[in-house]
């Protein structure tokens, strides 16, 4: 990279092509978005099929830059090893990787039903679902396409994980005054470790492959608008300092950041962008 390069050359990402797992997800499509947005080539990969080529055609469309939607189950090798040989006979080369997919439970009474949810009742089959996708698919991803980075002598991975990733949550906004405290919603054991777990390799990924080009670093967001409750947003809304959850692009400069040459110098950080959540 040519230390006299301008600001707007440093963030462009023209030619550059960035698998995004969870790609259909609602941040997931936001990331592709951003790629798109600086003139790179966003590959969608995630179960839903449909969902994927839908999203990544529309990114495409919207955006006037090739995309690519792949359907894959990255908790298995073999199709993370899929996901690459696509990925090279389509563009020859792949620079980014952003592991974002992962089991987010929504936290609502009709998704997380009776007291399953507590530590004393969580299943090792629901702990090993979420693991299975979050930590050991990024760590698949991380392995195969870290490693063809590697040999390129230049790439980025970019691990998405949760302002929970450094503190516990506050299991005081979902409780329910009418529910007994054996029964009350809690937000899972297995999202804190899947997120803390992210950080650790993150640093593990940076110190690596640093020889071979290889950065990494972590983007840890606080909570998105969706479709909240009202009493469950004001809680956690009394919480951060700014008064308010995350806009879904509100992300997306970060991510840019993150995965371009204009933050050549880092690796191994957790950036994170809650608002202020984790100031106080």
């Not at 969870?22 to 966003?42: D, F, K, Q, S």
């Not at 906004?173 to 054991?189: A, F, G, H, R, T």
């Not at 919480?239 to 997306?252: H, S, T, V």
Request: net charge negative.
């Amino acid at each position: 990279m040519s230390q006299t390069a301008s600001v707007r050359e440093l963030f462009d990402l023209t030619g550059r092509v960035a698998v995004i797992t969870g790609g259909a997800g609602l941040l997931g499509v936001r990331h592709a978005e951003a790629i798109a947005e600086m003139g790179g080539t966003p590959v969608l990969v995630d179960l839903n099929g449909q969902a994927t080529q839908r999203r990544a055609e529309e990114v495409a469309d919207t955006f006037g830059v090739k995309a690519l939607g792949i359907q894959a189950d990255i908790t298995r090798p073999e199709a993370v090893s899929n996901v690459l040989k696509t990925v090279l006979a389509a563009f020859d080369r792949v620079d980014i990787l952003i592991n974002n997919a992962a089991n987010n439970p929504k936290m609502e009474p009709l998704e997380m039903k009776s007291h399953a949810s507590r530590l004393e009742h969580f299943s090792l089959e629901t702990w090993n679902e979420d693991l299975a996708v979050s930590l050991t698919g990024s760590f698949l991803c991380s392995q195969i396409i870290g490693a063809e980075m590697a040999r390129q002598k230049k790439g980025v991975i970019l691990n998405i994980a949760s302002d929970l990733s450094v503190i516990a949550p506050d299991q005081r906004i979902y409780q329910d005054s009418s529910v007994p405290s054996e029964k009350q919603l809690v937000k899972p054991v297995s999202y804190s470790v899947v997120k803390h777990g992210l950080i650790g390799l993150t640093r593990y990924l940076a110190t690596y492959w640093a020889d071979r080009g290889v950065r990494a670093n972590a983007l840890s967001p606080g909570g998105v608008y969706t479709n909240h409750d009202d009493t469950f947003l004001q809680r956690l809304t009394n919480l951060i300092p700014l008064g308010r959850m995350a806009q879904q692009d509100e992300y997306k400069a970060a991510v840019v950041f993150l995965v371009s040459d204009a933050s050549s110098y880092m690796t191994g950080a957790n950036i994170i962008i809650d608002g202020g959540r984790t100031v106080w």
